[in-house]
Structures are given as C-alpha cells and as structure tokens.
C-alpha cells in the first residue's frame, strides 16, 4: 500500500485540495495587507502610519 | 448520578460565569452591545471567529459523515466550508475601511444602497431573511444538543434543552462582547477537548499510520441494512458521488456559508481592517487542527467499531466513543467541547436575531428615535423570548423546521452574496440593483430547491448556483438599466478620506442611535 506520512496516495487527493484552500486565501490576504501598509491609513492597521509635514501634506513615515 | 460529569459541568459553568462577567463590564454603549466597539483585538477575535464556526453539527457530524463516506467528505465539506474561509478576507478588506463601519450587515444594505432615506425596506428584507434563517437553525441546534446531553447524562431531553438555554441566556445578555470572551473559553475547550480525544482514540487503533492501514480494508456496512463499503474506497476522493454532484456540494457548502451575517458581523468586531483580514486566515489554521481530531475520531471511528450498532445511525459515532472507549474524565471534557460548539453557535445566533429586530427594524421604521439604553434593555428581553421561542420549538420542531434548517445557509449565500461583494467592489452597484439581487436571490433559490426537492428539475448545478447567477444578474442588469449609485453610497468602502456631504449622510443614519430623544 502506497501510502505518505502514514496515509493512502488515494486520500492525498482529497487531502490536497483542502490544503489548496487553506493555502490558497494567504495570496491575495498579504497582498492587501501589503496594500494596507503602503496606504498609511493607521485606522485600516497600517504598521506605517502617515504623518503630517509643516505644509500639512501627508507623508509616509520611513519604515521601522 | 455521575459526579465526574457534575465536577466538569460545575468548572465548565463557573469559567464561563467569570467570562461572561469581564464581557459584561465591557459593554458600555450600544457600539459594545451590537459590535464591539469595533475594537476587538486579533487574539479575542480569532477565539469568537473559531468557537462561532465549530458548531455542534461540526463536531458530531464530520466524524459521523468521515464515519459512512471516508474522504469524499473531506473534498465535498472540509473543502467547501473552508472555501468558505477564504472568501472572507476579500469581504473584510473592504467592509472595515470606513471611520465609522455599520453595526450590522442589514444596516451595510442601508448605507451602501439607499443612504438618503429616512426608514430603509432593504435594511428590513435583509433583516427579515436573517431572523427567519436563524431561528430555524437555532432550533435545531437546540434539538441536537438537546439529544446529546440527554443521552450522556440521563436527564430527560426537556430539561437538557432548558438546561441549554440557561446557558445560551447567560452568555448573551452583556451582547457581543460577553459572546466573544465566552468563545474565547470555548474555543479553548473545544480545541483542548477535541485534541484530548483523538489523543485517546489513536492508541486504541494501533496509532496513525496503523488507523489509516486498517482502514483501507474496511468492506463492512457502515450502518445495518445499508450497502457495505467497498475495500479501499473510504480514500477516494469522490466516494459514491460523481464529479458534478461532489462540485455542487463544495459550492453549497462554501457560497453560502461565506455570507452567513454572522460571519462578516465577526469581520466588523475586529479593530481595523489589517485585524479583520488576519482573523479567517489564522482562525482557519486553528479550525484545521480541530477538523484533523475529528478526521482521527471518523476513521479511527470505523476502525474500533467497523459497523454501528442496530438502530445507530452514524451520526452516533462520537457519543458511542466517548461512552466505550473513553474513561469517564475524558468523555466529560469532550462532552463539555461538544456543549461549548454548539452552545457559541447558537448564542451567536440568537444575539443577532434579536438584534436584527430591534436595531434593523424597530429602530430603523420608528417614527420616534429610541434611547440607545432602551434599545438595549428591549434586545435584552427579545434574546430571553427568541430563546425561550427556539427552545419550545426544539421540544417538538414541526417538519418544515427540519427541513429548512438544510437550506438556510443557502438562502443566505442566495439571497446575500451579490449585494456584499458587488456592493463592496463595484461603485456602480446601485439601490435598484441591490432589491433585485436580495429578493430575486432568495426566491429563485427556495424555487430551485423546491423543485429539486419534487424532482421536477434536475440538480446538476445545485440550487444556490443558479439562484446566485440570477441574483448577480439581475443586480448587473439594474445597475446599468438605472443611474449609477450617488457618490455617497460608495465612497467609505471606495476611498480613504470621504466627503463632507458623504460624512453628513453617515452620520445622520448612525446618529440615530447615538443622540437619542
């Protein structure tokens, strides 16, 4: 009996397509996370908030 | 009587006591009560998310469907529901933008689709459709509950419902903020108990590489009576269905389940959009570790005991392991996770039923403005009659109430799914399109279903696939027959700064509430 990590190939494919979904939502998840921190809006969670300058243009704060 | 089961039950309910104790402190405003203040943090909001979507029915029905069908349940429902999960980063990124985010998914139909009127009808429809769908599933929640602990402790199936609902009662009053710190516990009993019982049951099949050996030679009935289950064939990866069958539940089980308004209502608790994104994404891998227990407690099920008993269908597996193969200090704690699932599925439920009708629609079509306390205080009393209500319905839930409860999810994914994304990603979408998508949805899907049911149409492409093509149509067709949505209506969920006039709109709507007479 072919089997990995103790289980059937057979049951692998099943077993994949649930690991595809599991794997699948983290692409485009830090992609807009990526887009949130680019964004500077510190009520979206950004890690790099925006910060006002003396001619009261906003601007990014240099990443920590 | 079993003093194991009382010790358990006795710790179980003074924990969550002093949780729904700390969630009631919090709650201060109406803001508490309904959303959480938008405020939860990532580690409180990934216990809410995870103990809301591990139901009872999870529990005991993925092992007894892992039990009769092997791994096609694994393709057909794992697969489906956290399908489900991933659509929800998507609905999150944009549902949180705004400064100041809706309390409710009905009230997001009323500021995305019609922000300008006084008493909003999309907001009641949408009210409406989720009322109806949650009392149904709520009673059959209480049904199954009901059975379990009846079973397991000896007392008699009316006061196991009522002990049930004391329960449910206890952790909704304080709103959202006692659900969530309650789920949190929860979460932390079901994933501990559900570990705790696979890490029982593996030594008894011989292990994990011994579990699965034996069960590639499984060729018994599952249940007596049934046709026996062919060697091998609890791997394969479609079971008995064919192809377009297992692609229409994987579709079923997740368009639906995604915009379920329980689920972005967990999206909107979260402190910001960065916490609503991350929520599903480490909810899911929290929620895996738990569907692995359960896939230990199907197979590994079938290996100990390769056909049920007589009269025992396989939705009996689990109850049938912890009463023979687990010493009583187990199965009490598993008994308490499977209490803790279906106690912090159904309490949600109930809380945004009896909001939905005391937000969305007393407050929404009042001619007078109501005082956010009143307001409160009247949810509080509608959660103790919508309770009380499910509870008498579960003593004896008349046949339509079982057999809707099938359909629920659907009518949500039918009746919601184009109205959240396409209001969400589309300026366009407009107040004519969203009617149309939301009535048009839910009917053409209990149409659908209705007939599939009689047989009179074939079920190739399952009911909520038709019904949400029909509804997004619809939507697509009235947002170009009618001028496009006002600047108003997209803007928070569109830009990063809004308008004046669009500020002025939102906080009219919102300070209905606020600055009451």
């Given amino acids: 009996m072919e089997s990995f990590l103790g289980i059937p190939t057979e049951g692998w494919k099943a077993l994949s397509i649930w690991l595809a979904v599991i794997v699948f939502p983290w692409t485009y998840s830090l992609y807009m996370l990526r887009r949130i921190d680019k964004s500077g809006v510190a009520r979206w969670g950004s890690r790099y908030p925006k910060r006002e300058n003396k001619e009261g243009e906003k601007e990014k704060e240099v990443a920590l | 009587m079993n003093w194991t089961l009382v010790g358990i039950s006795l710790v179980y309910f003074m924990l969550l006591l002093y949780f729904t104790k700390r969630g009631y402190k919090k709650s201060d405003s109406l803001d508490d009560f309904t959303v959480g203040g938008w405020s939860m943090g990532l580690f409180v909001n990934i216990g809410f998310f995870a103990a809301t979507w591990i139901s009872a029915a999870s529990v005991l029905g993925v092992p007894s469907m892992l039990y009769g069908i092997g791994f096609a349940a694994v393709t057909g429902w794992f697969s489906g529901w956290f399908f489900a999960n991933a659509l929800l980063p998507i609905l999150a990124y944009k549902l949180r933008r705004p400064q100041f985010p809706v309390r409710t998914i009905p009230e997001f139909m009323r500021l995305r689709y019609e922000p300008f009127v006084d008493k ?228 949600g439920m109930v809380l945004h039923t009896a909001i939905a009708l005391t937000y969305d629609i007393i407050r929404n079509m009042r001619r007078n403005k109501m005082d956010d306390k009143k307001l409160i205080r009247l949810t509080q009393v509608l959660l103790g009659v919508l309770g009380l209500l499910a509870t008498v319905l579960a003593l004896k839930p008349p046949a339509f109430v079982a057999l809707a409860a099938v359909y629920v999810f659907g009518l949500f994914g039918a009746a919601f799914i184009g109205p959240l994304y396409l209001g969400l990603y589309w300026k366009r979408t407009n107040k004519q399109a969203a009617y149309a998508g939301t009535i048009v949805g839910a009917l053409s899907y209990i149409v659908f279903s209705a007939l599939t049911t009689m047989k009179l149409m074939p079920d190739t492409i399952p009911a909520i696939v038709l019904a949400m093509l029909i509804s997004i149509g619809s939507m697509v067709i009235c947002s170009y027959l009618f001028p496009a949505a006002p600047k108003e209506a997209w803007e928070p969920y569109f830009e990063e700064e809004i308008s004046p006039e669009t500020q002025s709109v939102v906080d009219k709507v919102m300070k209905q509430v606020e600055h009451s007479a």
């Fill in chain 2, 120 to 347: 909003s009808k999309i907001q009641v429809i949408a009210s409406l459709i989720t009322i109806v769908g949650y009392l149904i599933y709520v009673t059959i929640q209480i049904k199954g509950i009901g059975i379990i602990v009846s079973t397991m402790t000896g007392l008699s199936y009316e006061v196991s419902l009522f002990v049930f609902l004391v329960f449910i009662m206890i952790t909704v009053i304080g709103g959202v903020w006692s659900i969530a710190l309650t789920d949190l516990f929860n979460t932390g009993v079901i994933v501990a108990g559900l570990i705790l019982a696979a890490a029982f049951i593996l030594p008894q099949v011989g292990g994990w590489d011994a579990m699965f050996a034996q069960a590639m030679f499984i060729n018994t009935s599952p249940t007596v009576g049934a046709p026996p289950t062919e060697a091998g064939s609890l791997f394969s990866p479609l079971g008995t269905f064919t192809l377009s069958a297992m692609i229409g539940i994987f579709f079923s089980n997740s368009l639906g389940a995604s915009v379920a308004p329980h689920w972005p209502t967990r999206l909107l608790s979260a402190k910001n959009v960065r916490t609503a994104i991350l929520t599903p994404l480490l909810s899911t891998l929290l929620i895996a570790v738990v569907f692995i227990c359960l896939l230990v407690l199907g197979i590994g099920g079938r290996v100990l005991i390769p056909t049920m008993p007589e009269g025992s269908g396989t939705d009996s597996i689990v109850p049938l392991l912890i009463t023979q193969f687990m010493n009583p200090l187990i199965g009490g704690i598993v008994l308490a996770a499977i209490f803790a699932a279906a106690l912090s599925t159904a309490n």
